[in-house]
């Protein structure tokens, strides 16, 4: 998604350690028009596909699976992260690695929100591990819920996340592909 | 707003202790129809305040935040919660005690995203003791920018939070005030 990827070229900040910034419009500031518009492309790409719920993962895809959730015309739910142990309630759990931070989260979502029932599009701002992506399809599978596809922001496509998801069979939609970057030369695009 | 109070009579549930769940529609699973209506009635409240920013905290802050964002075509900015100490970075800083969790956050906002240029509308999901939101003040105060007020979806106007801002001279606009609520007989609004 050109637009996508020129706000990246233009506002996106490269760190040394493989760290992309985008927190200026996409996960901490956050560029409510851009979610509109990027929501509008997954609704195009997803066309025809009967999706009923979308479902993500606190705290950055909260956002941009809302507004997606509009051009869907279904709810959204937000998976929560917690170190508890011990959860009342009915709830299906998976464990989710932060590179980022550095743990292991137990990742949960209410029974009572996801089930059978359920065509769901999982929606988030990155993929490059897979880690989040992964716990979420395993909540899904969970549930029993048919699983329709993702919708990812960026994807660094250099890291194995979208492969391996993909050749799970799953559907990903990335509307910003990153083949390779570095402080020096800024981000490159995949075609 | 009595769309918002009909659906919290309707969907709500009181559990011993003073919990009010409604995460049915608001905070884990998120009816989105609903949160355009509540965005609109914030418009509608604030028609006329030069609102340029959104400020919120993760995470069931969020989806609220970036729908009303559209009304005011602002960009939303999401105070983070960190239980880390040092984190790298120019960020205005502040601590908020969770009732729920039973701990003490340090919340953290970017420098580069809030400061004397902007005109700030907090939105949050509830307001019982009023901790997140005297965060979210705190964090605006240090930043210079200017308060406009607070849209809240549910206050407990049973507990203190509520006046103790509007004590400080803030605007807070709640669009359902819960004046009592019961296991035996449910929630009872203020007139």
Redo the contacts between chains.
């Keep these: 998604m050109r637009l996508l990827e020129e706000r990246i070229r233009s506002d996106g900040i490269v760190r040394e350690g493989g760290v992309l910034k985008v ?3 996409l996960n ?6 851009l ?2 518009e990027m929501a509008r492309e997954w609704k195009r790409l997803y066309a025809g596909c009967p999706v009923n719920k979308i479902l993500t993962i ?2 950055s895809g ?2 941009i ?3 997606t ?2 051009e869907f ?1 279904c ?4 998976a ?1 992260k917690t170190e508890t142990k011990n959860i009342a309630g009915d709830v299906y759990r998976t464990k989710v690695e932060s590179f980022t931070h550095g743990k292991t989260y137990d990742v949960i ?2 029974r ?2 996801l089930g059978p029932q359920d065509k769901v599009l999982l929606i988030d701002d990155f993929l490059a591990n897979g880690a989040a992506l992964l716990g979420l399809i395993d909540l899904v599978r969970e549930s029993g819920a048919e699983l329709v596809g993702a919708g990812i922001a960026v994807e660094k496509a250099f890291q194995p996340g979208g492969d391996r998801v993909r050749a799970m069979g799953v559907r990903v939609e990335s509307l910003a592909r990153v083949s390779s970057m570095s402080v020096e030369h800024g981000v490159t695009f995949c075609p």
């Excluded at 901490?28 to 028009?33: E, F, K, L, S, T």
């Design positions: 927190d200026s419009f901490h500031q956050m560029d409510v028009a979610f509109r606190e705290a909260i956002g699976a809302c507004i959730a509009e015309g709810p959204v739910v937000f929560k979502v209410s009572a929100f």
